[in-house]
């Protein structure tokens, strides 16, 4: 049985409509090591008007002494072990805000994340429902070791084929109440195995309204052996079930063989890439190979988004580095 440890839901505060009620919404499954910094970096936002709800996903760890070590600054809730799309939708249930932001607990915001996304909202028309963010990766002592890669140059909309490509940012977006659940929230058939179930929200989510991304790493995204990215199967499983939905939903037709070879192609791709971070060489040019197979043209790298020869690039990347 879920229990919320402040027995009690915070009153919306809606004095100024300029500033509604955000609710972070952050699931977790035995991630005490981090757990307590992510909330932290929502503590420290400086967009006030915040309430803080930790999902704990079934976890046997201490994750419940690091969430409730916040007192009434958080709202600590301890379900049966589900996964992130239950864990998620859970959160949206006992959630207030007119708005959602969700925040893995590995991760951190930057301190003025919410309040960016929070202004590019207000400016834009009513059929925006969702403003995104890139990030900056840090390692498991949080320094920064990285950028996300392969992003637009300056604020741009992202379209719902560009999201069936592939995924172009993070949860930790600010999204319209309203659009999350007229789209039917997050599909908890991905149960606890499998990623790219907030793919397959902003699929479904961007065929209705429209979505901004910002040019700006609001995120601090944490890389380490415990990521569900480096889950090679599992991530490979989830994106296939996400294009499978994605192309019988006919928001793209299925007849368009071009955009489902192109499709399948990136797929490939980037299994290849989480293999060969993972030291599965073998298999890594084993599913370059296959992209290439799949899709030996040009992309258009408008609507892709990778930089021109990305392929070749990544081959000639490997080479230099590892050797065949």
């Known amino acids: ?26 699931p977790a499954y035995n991630y005490e090591a981090y757990v307590r910094l992510a909330i932290q970096s929502v503590t420290a936002q400086s967009y006030s ?20 070590s916040f007192g009434m600054r958080v709202r600590y809730f301890l379900k049966e072990n ?23 607990a590995d991760d951190e915001l930057e301190p003025n994340a919410i309040e960016l996304m929070h202004n590019c909202m207000l400016e834009l028309s009513a059929d925006y429902a969702l403003v995104a963010c890139s990030f900056s990766k840090i390692n498991e002592a949080g320094d920064v070791i990285g950028v996300q890669g392969n992003i637009p140059l300056g ?35 991905y149960g606890t195995g499998l990623g790219s179930e907030d ?52 928001v793209v037709s299925a007849r368009n063989l071009t955009f489902w070879a192109q499709v399948s192609a990136v797929r ?16 890594a040019w084993m599913s370059l190979l296959q992209s290439v197979l799949a899709w030996p043209c040009f992309f258009s790298l408008r609507e892709l988004g990778f930089v021109r020869f990305f392929r070749m690039r990544c081959a000639l990347r490997w080479i230099i580095r590892c050797g065949i």
């Open 155 to 189: 604020d741009t909309d992202i379209t719902c084929r560009q999201l069936i490509l592939r995924n172009r940012f993070p949860p930790a977006a600010l999204i319209s109440r309203a659009a999350i659940i007229n789209c039917g929230m997050f599909d908890p058939d």
């Open 49 to 68: 008007n915040v309430e803080i709800i930790v999902v704990d996903d079934g976890s046997t760890d201490g994750t419940s002494d690091a969430a409730r």
């Open 268 to 283: 490939h791709f980037q299994v290849a890439l989480m293999r060969h971070g993972c030291e599965d060489r073998a298999g």
């Open 1 to 26: 049985m879920a229990r919320d440890s402040t027995n009690v839901k915070p009153q919306l505060s809606l004095d100024d409509s300029n500033h509604p009620l955000v609710s972070v919404i952050i």
């Open 199 to 250: 793919r397959d929200m902003w699929i479904r989510l961007a065929s209705v309204y429209k979505v901004r991304m910002l040019d700006a790493r609001l995120l601090r995204k944490r890389v380490h052996g415990l990521n569900m990215s480096s889950r090679v199967t599992n991530q490979h499983r989830g994106m296939l079930r996400t294009i499978a939905k994605a192309r019988s939903s006919a």
């Open 82 to 104: 589900g996964g992130l799309s239950a864990a998620r939708n859970f959160g949206i249930d006992k959630a207030n805000g007119d708005f959602f932001l969700f925040l893995d």
